[in-house]
């Protein structure tokens, strides 16, 4: 199994440009969801989803867009980039629990430089 | 929605001592609590977590303490060696699991040789 897969690496993009970061996973888990990674922020959560077709917001939503038409996927779009979303984004996927253990799994991150 | 505390930010111990990092949360709900050790360039990878109806875990040279009704956790290493540099973060979560973790902004602990 490969788990949570993330695509791409790396991304220099324009202020005003846009991209969908990729996120895949592979162990059937229900739910999903981005984090963005800032120095001395530690992970903030940004948008998450229940199941297909179910997305809402997290902490800090704004710029992006998530939409869940698969288990399997979970893309972050961001329509026009800004200098602030210069950051490391983390896609993850878990499972239902009841008092843990929900199983989550981290990809391996996209770094993102918006000049 | 849930607040997650962690100190100190940077941890500086020598090789073979004893490292403890400390959290406090807020949602008298939150029922799971992991930690994450992330090194250079990946993403974060679970090392230990606890339940809310546990006390204590233990894992080699790795525990977690909970304290519910004081609403803080802790990560203890005995031991340590070099490969144990990384930043560690605490998170914590309510609701079933469904509504994501929320972090602790993260301890750089550095082993000295």
């Known amino acids: 199994n490969a788990g949570v897969t993330q695509t791409p690496k790396f991304q220099v993009l324009k202020t005003g440009q846009s991209m969908t970061l990729q996120c895949a996973q592979d162990m059937n888990h229900e739910y999903m969801s981005w984090y963005r990674q800032d120095p001395g922020m530690g992970l903030r959560l940004i948008h998450y989803?229940?199941?297909?077709?179910?997305?809402d917001q997290g902490e800090v939503p704004n710029g992006y867009n998530v939409s869940r038409s698969t288990t399997e996927d979970f893309p972050l779009r961001l329509l026009s980039a800004a200098p602030s979303q210069t950051s490391v984004y983390f896609c993850?996927?878990?499972?239902?629990?009841?008092?843990?253990?929900?199983?989550?799994?981290f990809g391996s991150g996209t770094r993102l430089t918006v000049v | 929605g849930e607040n997650v505390e962690q100190h100190p930010s940077t941890l500086s111990v020598q090789e073979g001592d004893s490292a403890v990092i400390k959290c406090t949360y807020s949602?008298?709900?939150?029922?799971?609590f992991p930690w994450y050790k992330q090194e250079l360039g990946k993403g974060p990878q679970l090392i230990i977590d606890?339940?809310?109806?546990?006390g204590e875990k233990k894992d080699q040279r790795i525990a977690v303490t909970l304290n519910k009704t004081a609403k803080h956790f802790s990560l203890h290493i005995t031991e340590t060696q070099p490969e144990d540099s990384a930043v560690y973060f605490c998170a914590a979560v309510s609701g079933g699991g469904a509504d994501g973790l929320t972090f602790g902004k993260g301890t750089h602990l550095i082993i000295q040789p």
């Open positions: 993850a996927s878990s499972r239902p629990g009841t008092g843990g253990n929900y199983g989550y799994t």
């Open positions: 606890i339940r809310s109806n546990v």
């Open positions: 989803s229940v199941g297909a077709g179910i997305t």
């Open positions: 949602d008298s709900a939150s029922n799971y």
